[in-house]
């Protein structure tokens, strides 16, 4: 069984030395207890020989300090372990993002967003209790227990010795369970992953759902999947308690047996009443920092399994050492698709297969072709948001492999087939297309896109907030939108994936002759399946099952 | 503050035996351990005076048993409350579920989609703790600490008193003090971590664009911010938690020091008999086991509640669009659907988007409605689902308001292929089933068929349950609207109404994806919203609509 994640360790040692003052902490607290609990037994052993309250006024008053010394070392313990944890973790989470906008933004991997949004929220939530209190009381769990022993041996070797027959026991437990434990909290975590997924397509889906009185039966799916969640739990918790009460078990088990093998030494005059009583007092705490280890292997447990989903989303595929070479501008040079294929890892068979296309600098080319047959997929290519199988994307005589993506992506403007609209105003996501660009030619934008008409109805013109829950568009207005973003950005290439699909005729007509204007100059890839679109380009290419049926000869007006 | 928590307990409806069965488990359990080093303590107390071994008999029968009988309670404690809030946590997610169902889609647009992801999983969650931390430990607490003091007050009177104010102090004044200083903190979290959801949820659902736009830095800066904060509350709360143990510490310190002290006093003075000095030290420390969780308790109470609240604010919506309390039976079939003089506006500050709209849809008879994007198309849509109920005028069937029908016969009457339609993560089989849940093979391949998509699946490896990926976007544009296609037409209801179902669809595709549905619609009611000439010249009418009105008197083609 591993304790804890390498990876994760690793990133632990950041703050060490906040992990390390925890565990002195900790350390100070146990041994403060110690002192307490020889303080008890001292004044209680005094009475019973007779003394009076002043005889023992001296330890009373330092049985007081040692609470108050324990109360301020446990303050300390519990607030640095989690300053230390939630450094770690917010680290953890930033990774995570920054690695699935940077390396992984196309999602081809499958993992959900609702999915990847619980592991990193709640899941590393689950995580601070490993770091804060977790791996600090394996620390203790270890020195503590030896405390004890050797403070018990020096007063009575014997109970000592009785302690130690019970306590090899403890670990042993401990490990047999332990080792159940991780495959069952996997399984829990996934159920709650499920419950994620599920709910928030549920949630997006509620419409489509009522529309077809499907409403109410999702409750039982609900009910079903919440229910796969509690008995995935009640799994693993029946074996954490199971562990639990074996410590336990193991902890009083050893009181009785100190109690009655003193009480008996005692009657015989083995041994003196405050030895005897010290041991007592002492006997409980032996067994503690290992019951409360135990009591967080649970919460451990738990917190690795969300570790491990957060790691390996982190650690898939280590993104390939970011090229940094400057791209041509296409612009200047032509962008060519040279014997590309391509094909989802999801799914077997390629969607592309030999492409060849060239965009030659300034000139606008219409793809079309059948539904499903890869338009969509060239655009993700070009965008490197996936990279080929097979062949090549060049730039001149540039591999676009070789070059810089952020730098490589800062020359296009593309409005994706099914464009989202970010939550925050209408005039920030047209800024999407350039962050730096004045009201003006924000409207300028969005008049080119046909948009500003429409955008002035709304209640609070480009100041409205629209988006995830925002004021909901009708997705001719959205596309509009999307397509200002492009028309904003002034890049040497634009890739307009179906611009107009949902548009009445005449906002068509208006968004073609806005893309003809656009494309003066500047490199379009047009994919269009309307001919009176495609029409406005210099050349159309077909593209049918993967391949490129017709020769680019097409000219068009 | 106790109305949410006592509406929180009437929404998980925890059955009143179980409840007591869990807290006497837990009083035994905690009372057990007590006993224990009670008792253990009056052994060698009494062994200290060299009695014959047999007048011990009973009190090491009674400190083997509590020994052996402590871990069994307390793991059948924590079985039992944990089932107990488990089964609770479902039955708050099914019911949450339920009361937002009704308010889609109108009602939740102001949410956050990840927001109410966090709400349903992550809020829920948390209301764990409102029975196994808010409700039993206090119970337990008293409990045992009644009969703690209780038992003191028959030996000593005067130590009982310093007990007792010592119980109350760690037990009520503690946790008061904890609840105070993390209640705003708590209430913020909740919010916080909703926040952080949605972002994520934005991000990794939008993260092409934003790459592709090169706003990856902003993006991630906007999530650090978030995350920032709630790493700012997690150490405030940390503080607070690390307060709490602290002084619960040096409550329980004080009392013992204080009952000692009496003790020793009371001995001195001959009211107690020696044997009982170290005894009642015992009792006093031991009987803070109840009350130490209790800080803890009161602060995550706060959090508990904050959550508690998030879920009730949404159960508490009462949905806008409600069926009648007597409503009529389930309309005829056929029937006509008319729209009649209707005007629609989706909030007090929006215009309206239909204005004295009249439609007629006779049985049988295909309508076709165009106009520009933004006219008020899909409304009519949301119109007579019951999405939205008219502000003036009346949506009827068969000549009765559809308001006097239950909304589920109002939705048997149409098939929706709509524009916004989801397609949910799941398999293409299971996203047709949700149109006809018993459908066979063959009834799912027919329909595939008819919209032109059977081909496309049949080639796939797995086919039918070929996974679609988050929101369809596993599939091209065209394939996801043919697969919603699919699904309207597999659900078999008189009147098909289709919202631009070729707007991502090649020319020759459209066609004859027109001509398959309107042949096999042929004895169904058709409306038909398009900017596309295909299939519009199959239609008996054409109706235009134009910013919310009627404009070309309807022309029988
Ligand atoms: N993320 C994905 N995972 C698996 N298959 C995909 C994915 N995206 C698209 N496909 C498949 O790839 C093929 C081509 O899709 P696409 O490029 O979107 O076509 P087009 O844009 O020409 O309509 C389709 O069969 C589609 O199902
Ligand atoms: N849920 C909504 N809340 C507020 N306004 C909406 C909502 N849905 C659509 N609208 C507005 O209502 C008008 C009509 O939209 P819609 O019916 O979707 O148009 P169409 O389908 O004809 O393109 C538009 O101005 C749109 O912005
Ligand atoms: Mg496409
Ligand atoms: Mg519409």
Known sequence: MRLIDPRLLRRARAVRVLLAADVALGVLAALLVLAQAVLIARVAARAFGGAPLPEVTLPLVLLVAAAAGRGAAAWGFEAVGRRAATSVLSGLRLELVERRLRDRPAALDGAESGEVATAAVAGVDALETTFARYLPQVVLAAVVPLAVIVLVASIDLLSAGLMLLTLPLVPVFMWLVGRYTEGQTRKRWQALSLLSTHFLDVVRGLPTLRAFNRGEAQAERIAEVSDRYRRATMGTLRVAFLSGAVLELAATLGIALVAVTVGVRLVNGGIGFEAALTVLVLAPELYLPLRNLAAQFHARADGLAVAERLLDLIDTEPGAAPARGTPPSPGDVPVRLEGVSFAYPARPGEVLDSVDLELAPGETVALVGPSGGGKSTIASLLLRLAEPTEGRVAVGNADLADCDPAAWRAQIAWVPQQPTLFRGTVADNIRLGDAGAGDERVRAAAELAGADAFVLELPEAYETVVGDGGRPLSSGERRRIALARAFLRAAPLVILDEPTADLDAASAEAVGEAVSRLGEGRTVLLIAHRPELALRADRVVTLDGGRIVDLPTVEAA | ?557
């Not at chain 2, 996203?431 to 068929?449: F, Q, T, Y």
Request: net charge neutral; glycine share 10%; with cysteine.
């Open chain 2, 1 to 557: 503050m106790t109305g949410t928590l006592r509406r929180l307990l009437a929404l998980a409806g925890m059955p009143a035996g179980r409840v007591a069965l869990s807290i006497l488990l837990g009083a035994l359990a905690v009372g057990f351990g007590v006993a224990l080093m009670t008792t253990a303590g009056y052994l060698i107390s009494r062994a200290a005076e060299h009695p014959p071994i047999l007048s011990l008999t009973v009190t090491i029968v009674a400190v083997r048993f509590f020994a052996l009988s402590r871990p069994i309670v307390r793991y059948l404690d924590r079985l039992v409350s944990h089932d107990l809030a488990l089964r609770a946590l479902g039955r708050i997610r099914a019911r949450f579920y339920e009361r937002i169902e009704p308010l889609a889609p109108a009602q939740l647009e102001g949410y956050r989609r990840g927001d109410l992801l966090t709400r349903m999983v992550g809020d829920v969650d948390a209301l764990q703790g409102l029975y196994l931390r808010g409700l039993a430990p206090p119970l337990v607490a008293l409990a045992v600490g009644s009969v703690c003091a209780g038992v003191m007050a028959a030996v000593l009177p005067a130590a009982a008193a310093i007990l007792a104010a010592g119980l109350v102090i760690g037990g009520f004044a503690v946790p008061a003090v904890a609840w105070a200083a993390a209640r705003a903190a708590g209430r913020r979290q909740a919010a916080v971590r909703g926040e952080l959801t949605a972002e994520l949820v934005e991000l990794l659902r939008g993260a092409p664009e934003l790459v592709a736009y090169g706003r990856e830095e902003e993006t991630i800066a906007r999530v650090r911010v978030v995350d920032a904060e709630l790493a700012r509350l997690g150490r405030r709360d940390a503080l607070v938690a690390g307060l709490a143990d602290a002084l619960s510490i040096l409550v329980a310190g004080l009392t013992a020091a204080g009952v000692l002290a009496v003790a020793v006093a009371s001995h001195d003075s001959g009211a107690l008999d020696r044997v009982l000095v170290a005894t009642l030290a015992l009792l006093a420390l031991s009987s803070f086991e109840g009350v130490a969780p209790l800080p803890a308790a009161a602060r995550e109470l706060g959090t508990t509640i904050a959550s508690g609240g998030r879920v009730l604010e949404l159960t508490d919506r009462v949905s806008a669009v409600r069926d009648p309390s007597d409503p009529l039976p389930a309309p005829p079939v056929p029937a006509t659907v008319t729209l009649e003089s209707v005007t629609a506006r989706y909030g007090p500050r929006e215009e309206p988007a239909l204005s004295r709209v009249d439609l007629r849809l006779d049985p049988g008879r295909r309508v076709g409605l165009v106009g520009p994007s933004g006219a008020g198309k899909t409304t009519v849509t949301s119109l007579l689902l019951r999405f939205l109920d008219p502000e003036e005028g009346r949506v009827t069937i068969g000549g009765r308001d559809v308001r006097d029908y239950r909304q589920e016969d109002v939705r048997r009457t149409f098939a929706l292929a709509g524009q916004e339609a989801h397609v949910f993560g799941s398999t293409i089989r299971e996203n047709l089933r949700l149109a006809r849940s018993a459908a066979s093979d063959a009834e799912l391949e027919a329909a595939l068929g008819r919209a032109r998509l059977g081909e496309w699946v049949a080639s796939l490896l797995d086919g039918l349950d070929t996974p679609v990926g988050e929101e369809g976007l596993e599939l091209s544009g065209g394939q996801r609207q043919r697969l919603v296609l699919a699904r309207a037409l597999l659900a078999d209801a008189p009147v098909l109404v289709l919202d631009e179902p070729t707007a991502h669809l090649d020319p020759p595709t459209a066609s004859r994806l027109m001509d398959d549905i309107l042949d096999a619609a042929a004895d169904k009611t058709v409306l038909l919203i398009t900017h596309r000439p295909e299939g519009l010249e199959r239609m008996d009418e054409i109706v235009t609509l134009d910013a919310g009105r009627v404009t070309a008197v309807p022309i029988a083609s």
